[in-house]
């Protein structure tokens, strides 16, 4: 059943750019590339309950570090791999600081915004990477340059991305590792107790997420061929992603998906809509209002409560 | 009988509250051995600094062979010492046998092993047919028979009960002195914090009585009972706060 279901909305998917418009094809590269990002900020914040809202960090290392180097010759499909295992370095940091120390809760916001916004001020003050303006890229339409003329070729990519993020998390979750995840999440000292290295699992955590998202970031900078320090390591992308998963349902499988299958479109087609009548920014207030009204009243998110809805 | 856990000296001060003080006194393999004492003598924070949640400020703790200072909590489980807390400490969002499942990972990695035994050890405590539901949904005495069942998952070769009984029916305490017996037999060296006299006397080899965090008496519990430092520590408290005005 689940199976079926789930197989026959990747067909639809599949074909999906065959009849949609080029905007429309735009709006479900950013679902699936926003779902992909949640995803990955999913297992740490969403399954093991570790509050990071500095996720855009790994993106921005993720891009940066595949833009340089692809201007010293080398790959991003090459350079993709070295940015995330860099995200996953910084992840570790982050991790070992906030964790060691057993920050939690705001504590562990404050760390992990914190770093986001030292790589964002660092990035915006050293020439080398370009500084406050950032990094363009030079649009060349070749494959190996992770570009393309075609926008369905972005969309196929996101979808990967979504899938490999969504099978990462499928697989941790039948895992000893997953399980405990989703016990430190409920009580810590009850782990240790048991005998659940948690320091350990919260940092593996953390760097997998990391890891991930720092994949993401190439796509972010090949995608939009410019990476600027102010989006890029800012507050809003990392807030952007955090939404997406806990509206949708943080630690369930399904949930960042459906987050950013609600937020996503919402937040482009309101975003146009306001700033043809001028006013910039008036997306944000719906936005607000979502994230109120799903914290008051499905404070799990959509997904559980869809599930229980349907009765399984 | 060879020792298996040793306390020598063990001390922990908490700003002016000398909470453990000097505290010395062996478990041997197997043995069931149970630590009293008036609320506020130390008690739950001998056995917060034995398993490793809290560092002693003098002495040591030797399981097995091993000397403990400076492991994490896991570390120790891992050695096979494990612990339940007076305040239970279920997840509550995890399922009952989930809640288990943690426990029994540990020795067994394998998801559908550490299930197959997480649901043995249900089964033993009489808690099978709530395996699929959330643990927290479980009545205090199915939570306290839980708390029993995750420090039983994790394989100890010590177990340390910190009042699992209070709060029980007679017939529930019964029920727990006799799943206590149960692990017992299978040679686990158990040691306990208990407030129930009837349960203590009915399980434990052997007593300490703490009082302001020293050891005031141990010995057989029917030499204990009659220890008149003991029944002052007891009773005089007992006289003063339930004295009539």
């Given at each position: 059943m689940t199976w079926t279901l789930g197989l026959a909305a990747l067909a639809v998917l599949l074909a999906l750019p065959a009849v949609l418009s080029g905007y429309a094809v735009t709006i479900f590269v950013l679902i699936f590339f926003y779902a992909f990002l949640a995803q990955a900020w999913n297992i740490v914040g969403g399954y093991a309950g570790q509050l990071s809202v500095g996720h855009a960090a790994f993106v921005g290392v993720g891009g940066y570090t595949a833009a340089l180097l692809l201007d010293r010759g080398v790959t991003p499909w090459l350079g993709m791999f070295v940015g995330a295992a860099l995200a996953a370095v910084l992840g570790g940091v982050i991790g070992y600081l906030g964790f060691r120390f057993g920050l939690r809760g705001f504590y562990l916001v404050l760390l992990t915004v914190a770093f986001a916004e030292v790589c964002r001020i660092l990035a915006s003050n050293i020439d080398a990477v370009g500084g406050a303006v950032g990094l363009y890229i030079t649009f060349t339409g070749n494959p190996r340059q992770f570009q393309f003329q075609d926008q369905r070729a972005y969309y196929y990519l996101a979808l990967a991305l979504m899938l490999l993020g969504t099978g990462v998390v499928a697989l941790i979750e039948r895992r000893r590792f997953g399980i405990y995840l989703t016990a430190i999440r409920e009580d810590e000292a009850a782990c240790e107790a048991l005998g659940v290295p948690t320091l350990k699992y919260k940092m593996l955590a953390m760097v997998v997420s990391a890891f991930l998202t720092g994949l993401g970031g190439t796509f972010y900078a090949f995608y939009l061929f410019s990476l600027q320090p102010s989006t890029v390591f800012g507050i809003p992308l990392s807030v952007e992603i955090i939404i997406r998963a806990i509206i949708g349902g943080?630690?369930?499988?399904l949930g960042p998906i459906l987050g950013s299958f609600i937020l996503t479109p919402l937040g482009e087609v309101s975003r146009a809509y306001f700033s043809q009548s001028g006013l910039h920014g008036a997306h944000l207030i719906v936005y607000g209002v979502l994230l109120i009204t799903v914290v008051l009243f499905l404070p799990q998110g959509a997904y559980p409560y869809l599930r229980r809805l349907f009765g399984r | 009988m060879t020792v298996l856990l040793q306390v020598a000296g063990l001390s922990k001060r908490f700003g002016g509250v000398q909470?453990?003080?000097?505290l010395d006194f062996t478990v041997a393999e197997g043995e069931i051995v149970a630590l009293i004492g008036p609320n506020g003598a130390g008690k739950t924070t001998a056995f917060a600094l034995i398993s490793g949640f809290l560092s002693s400020d003098a002495g040591r703790v030797t399981f097995a062979g091993r000397?403990?200072?400076?492991?994490?909590p896991h570390q120790v489980n891992a050695l096979g010492l494990a612990r339940t807390f007076q305040i239970m400490r279920p997840?509550?969002?995890?399922?009952v046998v989930r809640n288990v499942m943690i426990a029994t990972l540990g020795r067994h990695a394998d998801v559908a092993e550490a299930e197959r035994r997480a649901r043995a050890v249900l089964d033993e405590l009489g808690l099978g047919a709530k395996a699929d539901r959330p643990a927290g949904g479980l009545t205090l005495a199915e939570r306290k028979r839980l708390e029993l069942a995750r420090a039983l998952g994790t394989e100890p070769r010590l177990l340390l009960l910190d009042e699992?009984?209070?709060?029980?029916?007679d017939a529930e305490t019964e029920r727990i002195v006799e799943l206590v017996w149960a692990i017992n037999r299978r040679g686990i060296a158990i040691l306990l914090i208990e407030h129930v006299m009837r349960a203590v006397m009915s399980l434990a080899q052997r007593i300490v009585v703490l009082n302001h965090g020293e050891r005031i008496a141990e010995g057989r519990p029917e030499s204990v009972a009659n220890d008149p430092r003991v029944i002052e520590a007891y009773l005089g408290d007992e006289a003063v706060t339930r004295a009539p005005a």
């Open positions: 943080a630690g369930t499988l | 909470a453990v003080k000097d000397d403990l200072r400076g492991l994490a997840f509550p969002r995890l399922t699992v009984m209070s709060g029980l029916t």
